[in-house]
């Protein structure tokens, strides 16, 4: 160390911290890698960072010989569900989904049977405040798995690209049902919504600003999910920036269905609403403590590393232009 120089802590604490990945490098400033102390030539280790302009490259491993692999990022890994569990799982899936529809259908049908039969108009109204729901339920499964995603919470049972490939594709479900409910106000019998009503936000015959605020998520998801096939060329930055404007979306719809809904007040909507806010605040509060205490945890770290070491890892505590390499050579 440059006795010259003034560290943060003493020479004798560094010696006390546990040091990253580096490797003993004699300095090539002293002749020879020697000093003399005493009358006597001592090699001095100096510690420097592992890849440096110039080094040479190491050496291939033996034929046969696997290398080691660096140590993968701190996190869940993913070990997949035990097939027993897969199975029981799809089971309970398919029984759920049997019971709902074999309770529904009949009187679905039932009532739809007397609908065509004495007020055709009305069934536009009937799939319209279906799609709603539906779109609301997508969007919330949308937003909810992406929160997952960002906590990392399902890494240990499902690939992240999967995950990811999901998350793309409930946000477009969402998009299409979306539109779909509000094409089909062109043939509501209830009110006379003409296509600049629909298209135009705030210009509906009925409950303009609720229906207003549905217009606008429509179109804020519509964005938002366009963003994923131009992510390479608009840049992760501004590609994650936009993507916060889902929680608007999601708030959004929330607002539209329990004001403009007709089911909005009755109690399995309220249910449902309250459920899928009540997770998404939750998942959202969850993300941001587990990335408050991450960066709490790297200035802790930053203050542990000896000078002259490259963190094992790009992180804050490199250079700014440094490409990763690490602290400066000390002068």
């Given at each position: 160390m440059d006795p010259n120089r003034k560290y943060p802590l003493s020479p004798e604490a560094y010696e006390t911290r546990m040091p990253l990945r580096t490797t003993p490098i004699v300095s090539p400033q002293l002749a020879g890698g020697k000093a003399l102390a005493g009358?006597?030539?001592?090699?001095?280790?100096v510690v420097r960072p592992t890849t440096r302009p110039g080094a040479l490259p190491p050496p291939p491993p033996a034929p046969g010989v696997t290398p080691p692999r660096p140590p993968s990022r701190a996190g869940n890994v993913y070990r997949g569900l035990p097939d027993a569990v897969k199975i029981i799982g799809w089971i309970v899936i398919a029984l759920a989904v049997g019971l709902v529809i074999g309770a529904t259908a009949p009187t679905?049908?039932?009532h739809i049977a007397a609908v065509l039969a004495v007020q055709p108009g009305l069934l536009a109204w009937y799939c319209?405040?279906?799609?709603g729901?539906?779109?609301?339920?997508v969007?919330?499964?949308s937003v909810l798995y992406g929160l997952l995603l960002s906590t990392k919470i399902l890494d240990a049972i499902a690939h992240r690209p999967v995950s990811f490939a999901l998350h793309k594709?409930?946000?477009?479900?969402?998009?299409?049902?979306g539109t779909l409910h509000g094409l089909l106000l062109t043939f509501d019998q209830s009110f006379n919504f003409t296509p600049i009503a629909i298209i135009v936000p705030f210009q509906s015959p009925y409950a303009p600003i609720p229906v207003g605020i549905g217009q606008l998520t429509l179109y804020g998801s519509a964005i938002v999910t366009a963003s994923f096939y131009v992510r390479r060329h608009i840049g992760q930055r501004t590609w994650r920036v936009l993507h916060y404007f889902t929680f608007l979306a999601f708030i959004g719809s929330?607002?539209?269905?329990i004001l403009s809904g007709t089911d909005g007040g009755t109690q399995w909507a309220f249910w449902l609403y309250l459920l899928t806010v009540t997770a998404a605040i939750f998942l959202t509060t969850y993300r941001i403590v587990i990335s408050v205490a991450a960066r709490s945890s790297r200035q802790k770290v930053s203050l542990f590393i000896p000078y002259g070491t490259r963190p094992a890892a790009p992180g804050p505590l490199d250079r700014p232009g440094s490409g990763g390499q690490g602290f400066p050579w000390p002068s």
């Open positions: 009358g006597k030539a001592l090699a001095i280790p679905a049908f039932t319209v405040r279906a799609l729901f539906l779109a609301y339920l969007l919330a499964g594709d409930l946000a477009i479900v969402a998009l299409i049902l929330a607002v539209h269905g």
